[in-house]
Structures are given as C-alpha cells and as structure tokens.
C-alpha cells in the first residue's frame, strides 16, 4: 500500500485523495488533486477550492496558509463530507498544521487501511477497494 505514503495525493483543501473513490477507479482513474492539468475528472475541473484565487496567485500549499481560513467553500465542502463522509477536511488541515504532514500520512495509513486484506477503504463507499 505504498500510495498512502504520497504526500502529493494530500489536497489544498486537506483530502487525501488517496482514499476517494475517483482516484481508487480502475479505469479513469483520476491522479488525484496536485497533479498537472491533464487527465483531470470532471469533478477536478468544477472544484472551487482548487480554482481559489489564492493559490492561484501564490506557492501555498495547504489552506490553513490563507488569511480567509477556512473560507465559505471550505466550510460548505466540510459540512458535506462531515455529514455524509464522517471525514472532516477542516479537521485534516488542522492536525497537519498542528502536527505535521507526515503524522498525518501515518494517521491516514492506519485509518484508511483494510484490516482483513491491507487495501485502501474508500472514504465514499465506506469499504475496501
């Protein structure tokens, strides 16, 4: 399960796209919210946390960097995923502000990983991939 340890796979806006279903697809599969342009999913090119114009503008790489923190679209974005996700991404920002990506990433592995058969569970569908 080594995609947990990607860093990269960790979102502005404090997903880890590792565990959505989007990026755990087999065909289509999207290379997660850092990732240059091409081959983004529909989902990508409509996210208003990536269109922000704060990292638009400046090397930033978390939102909890930007002086409007958390803004209206993270909160709405939040709400939704707390409500139908059980998954904060207010939460995620703050324990990485607080403690570090890389605890994060450890956190992540153990949260996010199947205990019968080590995969990855998805955040959307709530079992293993």
Excluded: Q
């Amino acid at each position: 399960m080594n995609t947990l340890d990607n860093i990269n796979l960790i979102a502005l806006c404090g997903m880890n796209c590792i565990i959505c279903m989007n990026y755990l697809m087999e065909r289509n599969k999207c290379p997660g919210c850092r990732d240059p342009d091409t081959n983004k999913r529909v989902k990508r090119v409509r996210c208003k946390i990536e269109k922000c114009e704060f990292f638009n503008n400046i090397d930033n790489k978390f939102c909890f960097e930007c002086e409007k923190y958390p803004c209206e679209k993270l909160k709405h974005l939040d709400n939704r995923y707390k409500t139908k996700y059980n998954m904060s991404m207010i939460k995620n920002l703050e324990y990485i502000k607080n403690s570090g990506i890389n605890n994060f990433i450890d956190n992540e592995k153990i949260r996010w990983t199947c205990n019968e058969c080590g995969g990855t569970i998805c955040v959307h569908k709530g079992y293993c991939y």
